[in-house]
Structures are given as structure tokens and as C-alpha cells.
């Protein structure tokens, strides 16, 4: 007797749990669609940058350990801790930017080289020396681009 009870006990337990859950699949799948209209809805974040490598198509350079690690944190620099430090760079592009485009522009070598080097004169004593310089008038910066740094503005100055 107390088996059948015991079994008939869990025959309406499982049946009421059945029961109970088909409703909140209902409701779970509302509010999953609810969740959805208000993401569509949200703009995206126009200072969000992209990973260095994301338009790469070779896929040695995108799996590469060394590109990995080194795009991945200019990646995680730029999208959270630049957003938190609040660091105001004296040139335009950025130096994050700055890095990302000497890197895959020169080569990872050459890329690193001359990020030390505008890292290095991005800072207020080194502001010192700009004030001869000229200034672009919708950003207040000083314009310092990769290109200045490549093989053909080394041909032209010779």
C-alpha cells in the first residue's frame, strides 16, 4: 500500500511539475523576445573598437600566439581600460590607435618600435616641443600619423 502511494505521489508530482513548466516556457520564450526588441533597439557604442586582426585574411596572422597576445590586449585597452583611465593623448590618432595601425602597417617589430616611441613623447613635458607645431582645429590635437614614419617619407627627406 504505501509503495502505490509513494508511486502514485510521484506520478502527480511529475505530472504538476509538467504542468507548471510548459507555462513558464511560454513566458521564459516572451521574454527572451521582450530581451531581443530592446537590444535591437539599443544604438551601438560608437567608441568600440575593432580587434587589430578582425579584416585579416590569412589565418596564420590571426592564430599566430605573439598577434594574439598582442592584439588582444590593445583590443581589452582600448574598449575597457581607456574608457575607465579617462587618458587624454595629446596627437590624433591616439597612441592605442597609433600602435594598432604601426603594427599592421610595419610589421609586428617595427609596429612595437615606434609605439615605444610615441608612447614616450606622449606626455606634457614633451608638449613643450609641440608648440611649434601645428594643431588640427577639430580635435586640439597634434596630427602625428603612421604614415609619417613609413619607407617613402624616408626617401623624400633624403
Known amino acids: 500500500m504505501r509503495k502505490s502511494v509513494n508511486s502514485s505521489f510521484l506520478f502527480f508530482l511529475f505530472l504538476l511539475i509538467s504542468i507548471s513548466s510548459s507555462g513558464q516556457i511560454d513566458y521564459f520564450r516572451s521574454d527572451i523576445k521582450n530581451i531581443n526588441n530592446l537590444l535591437s533597439q539599443i544604438p551601438p557604442d560608437p567608441f568600440k573598437r575593432q580587434y587589430i586582426y578582425k579584416d585579416e585574411p590569412s589565418l ?3 592564430i599566430n600566439p605573439v598577434n594574439l ?3 588582444g590586449s590593445l583590443y581589452v585597452y582600448q574598449n575597457v581600460l581607456s574608457k575607465h583611465i579617462s587618458a587624454d593623448c595629446l596627437f590624433t590618432p591616439s597612441c592605442s590607435e597609433f600602435s594598432k595601425q604601426a603594427i599592421k602597417e610595419d610589421g609586428l617589430f617595427k609596429g612595437i618600435l615606434l609605439s615605444i616611441d610615441r608612447l614616450n613623447r606622449c606626455n606634457r613635458i614633451a608638449a613643450q616641443d609641440l608648440k611649434h607645431k601645428s594643431v588640427d582645429k577639430k580635435t ?3 596630427p602625428d600619423p603612421v604614415s609619417r614614419y613609413g619607407k617613402e617619407s624616408q626617401h623624400n627627406e633624403e
Open 140 to 142: 586640439n590635437r597634434y
Open 60 to 62: 596564420i596572422k590571426k
Open 69 to 71: 597576445l598582442i592584439g
